[in-house]
């Protein structure tokens, strides 16, 4: 008997647009440009790197149009060429949908397209959105994730095809909502992440595959021995940034200013509010979106599954593997990541910029007031959880910043709305940059976000200040 080997790739949130697809004067065109930009600089030059890698297939976890298209024809062509570029790698492609190309095109397109692409893939028909088949005694399992809840017909199919499988193989599920939050908050749906819940303690899954948030973040928890691996094709390589494109971006015809990283690879952990306690997992890393565009090789060779992660442009920067679902392991991190760096008193005195960062959720901006250490800083932007929200500490206000900070946001206007992941970065005149502590809690102003249980959520009374204390003081 032959033994069982093969590999698959996993792309996350692809978003693919040109805008040519796109009307004049496009509201939320910033996003239109620089998607393009990354079709030729990111997902091009990912989907040849997968070729050379030569799996059997290819997944992608939903959003891989950016979509917004109201014009069928366009709606139509966008996806055409979206199913192009993930075919190059001239390997099967199966898609797991997602909210962009489900919600924001005319449905009539995504049926008459790639429900038709993915029964070619599977050599037989389907009508769904949801979809299963089996590779080398292996069970692959497609979630319709938008909406899918118990008591509905997808829900009872999914515990079919778990309990119907009687091989003892391995079982990979692919869906585009995350079922543990990394990145932003409330960027799911709480039937849904209970429903799954249920499943993957129940069922001996080895992997669930999302996007959704753009991080790219491996995860097991402790208890269940639950193992997510999250991922996104869209993000920024430095070295493929021009001058000039730098100076378009953050002045794009929308009038939307957009943060470029400056770094690669920022660790999530000094960037977000932490959504899950570190004592309930057994293994995590994560890195901020737009910082780490990638994609994930899983080699299955009998019990053993390993999986690669690919840094876009930078080849494989971490490996891990498993036997038994659950029991995962860290082979070797290729390349050391930077640690953080301290500063002194002394250093305060020789800050070059500051910028205060926060994700917002359902803020609509403009009338809440920042203080710094009792100075006015200016005022909140509109957000949803997105990690380029930050605020720029005016340069005669740089000399209020310490090592120890309390920030305090005014809410005059009773705004409904959260905040978390608040901290702060500087840059010494030097060029090094320090970030503070990040904060451990999300405030809210509402308590319509009571129902997800979060034990680091904390209610503010709408128009009572919030107040939360940063430092760069460090164990």
């Given at each position: 008997?032959?033994?069982?080997?093969?590999?698959?790739?996993?792309?996350?949130?692809?978003?693919?647009?040109?805008?040519?697809?796109?009307?004049k004067?496009?509201?939320?065109?910033?996003?239109?440009?620089?998607?393009?930009?990354?079709?030729?600089?990111?997902?091009?030059?990912?989907?040849?790197?997968?070729?050379?890698?030569?799996?059997?297939?290819?997944v992608?976890?939903?959003?891989?149009?950016?979509?917004?298209?109201k014009n069928?024809r366009?709606?139509?062509?966008?996806?055409?060429?979206?199913?192009?570029?993930?075919?190059?790698?001239?390997?099967?492609?199966?898609?797991?949908?997602?909210?962009?190309?489900?919600?924001?095109?005319?449905?009539?397109?995504?049926?008459?397209?790639?429900?038709?692409?993915?029964?070619?893939?599977l050599?037989?028909?389907?009508?769904?959105?949801?979809?299963?088949?089996?590779?080398?005694?292996?069970?692959?399992?497609?979630?319709?994730?938008?909406?899918?809840?118990?008591?509905?017909?997808?829900?009872?199919?999914?515990?079919?095809?778990?309990?119907?499988?009687?091989k003892?193989?391995?079982?990979?599920?692919?869906?585009?909502?995350?079922?543990?939050?990394?990145?932003?908050v409330f960027?799911?749906?709480?039937g849904?992440?209970?429903?799954?819940?249920?499943?993957?303690?129940?069922?001996?899954i080895?992997?669930?595959?999302?996007?959704?948030?753009?991080?790219q973040?491996?995860l097991?928890?402790?208890?269940?021995?639950?193992?997510?691996?999250?991922?996104?094709?869209?993000?920024?390589?430095?070295?493929?940034?021009?001058p000039?494109?730098?100076?378009?971006?953050?002045?794009?015809?929308?009038?939307?200013?957009?943060?470029?990283?400056?770094?690669?690879?920022?660790?999530?952990?000094?960037?977000?509010?932490?959504?899950?306690?570190?004592?309930?997992?057994?293994?995590?890393?994560?890195?901020?979106?737009?910082?780490?565009?990638?994609?994930?090789?899983?080699?299955?060779?009998?019990?053993?599954?390993?999986?690669?992660?690919?840094?876009?442009?930078?080849?494989i920067?971490?490996?891990?593997?498993?036997?038994?679902?659950?029991?995962v392991?860290?082979?070797?991190?290729?390349?050391?990541?930077?640690?953080?760096?301290?500063?002194?008193?002394?250093?305060?005195?020789?800050?070059?910029?500051?910028?205060?960062?926060?994700?917002?959720?359902?803020?609509?901006?403009?009338?809440?007031?920042?203080?710094?250490?009792?100075?006015?800083?200016?005022?909140?932007?509109?957000g949803?959880?997105?990690s380029?929200?930050?605020?720029?500490?005016?340069?005669?206000?740089?000399?209020?910043?310490?090592?120890?900070?309390?920030?305090?946001?005014?809410n005059?206007?009773?705004?409904?709305?959260?905040?978390?992941?608040?901290?702060m970065?500087?840059?010494?005149?030097?060029?090094?940059?320090?970030?503070?502590n990040?904060?451990?809690?999300?405030?809210?102003?509402?308590?319509?976000?009571?129902?997800?249980?979060?034990?680091?959520?904390?209610?503010?009374?709408?128009g009572?200040?919030?107040?939360?204390?940063?430092?760069?003081?460090?164990?």
């Amino acid at each position: 008997m032959s033994e069982k080997e093969y590999s698959f790739a996993v792309i996350g949130d692809f978003h693919y647009a040109k805008r040519k697809h796109y009307p004049k004067n496009l509201p939320g065109e910033c996003k239109v440009i620089i998607y393009q930009w990354m079709v030729k600089h990111i997902l091009k030059p990912m989907l040849s790197e997968i070729k050379t890698s030569c799996p059997d297939f290819i997944v992608q976890t939903g959003d891989f149009i950016e979509g917004m298209i109201k014009n069928q024809r366009k709606a139509r062509e966008q996806l055409k060429e979206a199913l192009e570029l993930l075919s190059s790698a001239k390997v099967p492609v199966y898609i797991s949908v997602g909210g962009h190309e489900k919600y924001t095109i005319p449905r009539k397109s995504y049926k008459s397209i790639v429900i038709p692409f993915l029964s070619q893939q599977l050599n037989r028909n389907i009508k769904s959105h949801y979809f299963s088949f089996d590779y080398k005694g292996d069970r692959f399992i497609f979630l319709d994730t938008q909406g899918l809840k118990k008591d509905t017909p997808q829900a009872r199919w999914f515990e079919k095809e778990l309990k119907n499988y009687k091989k003892r193989g391995h079982i990979f599920v692919f869906g585009h909502m995350p079922v543990f939050l990394i990145g932003r908050v409330f960027f799911s749906e709480i039937g849904f992440i209970q429903l799954m819940l249920d499943f993957l303690k129940k069922f001996p899954i080895d992997a669930y595959f999302c996007g959704h948030t753009h991080n790219q973040s491996v995860l097991v928890t402790r208890k269940e021995k639950i193992l997510q691996i999250m991922g996104t094709a869209v993000g920024f390589l430095k070295d493929r940034l021009s001058p000039s494109e730098v100076r378009k971006m953050k002045n794009l015809p929308s009038g939307t200013s957009y943060y470029i990283p400056e770094e690669e690879l920022i660790p999530l952990e000094e960037t977000k509010t932490p959504l899950l306690s570190k004592h309930l997992l057994n293994y995590y890393w994560g890195y901020l979106e737009d910082t780490a565009p990638g994609w994930y090789l899983v080699k299955v060779k009998e019990k053993n599954v390993t999986v690669e992660w690919h840094f876009t442009g930078s080849g494989i920067r971490r490996v891990f593997f498993w036997e038994n679902p659950g029991e995962v392991k860290e082979i070797k991190i290729f390349k050391e990541e930077i640690k953080k760096k301290k500063i002194s008193k002394n250093d305060l005195n020789k800050i070059k910029s500051a910028y205060l960062y926060s994700s917002l959720w359902n803020s609509k901006g403009g009338e809440k007031e920042v203080f710094l250490n009792g100075e006015k800083i200016g005022f909140l932007p509109a957000g949803t959880f997105y990690s380029t929200q930050r605020l720029e500490i005016p340069k005669n206000k740089l000399s209020s910043i310490n090592l120890t900070n309390q920030i305090r946001i005014t809410n005059p206007n009773k705004e409904k709305f959260c905040i978390g992941s608040i901290y702060m970065e500087i840059t010494l005149k030097n060029g090094v940059k320090v970030r503070s502590n990040v904060s451990q809690h999300i405030y809210a102003t509402s308590k319509r976000w009571n129902n997800w249980k979060l034990s680091i959520l904390r209610y503010v009374p709408p128009g009572r200040d919030i107040f939360q204390e940063i430092n760069f003081v460090r164990n």
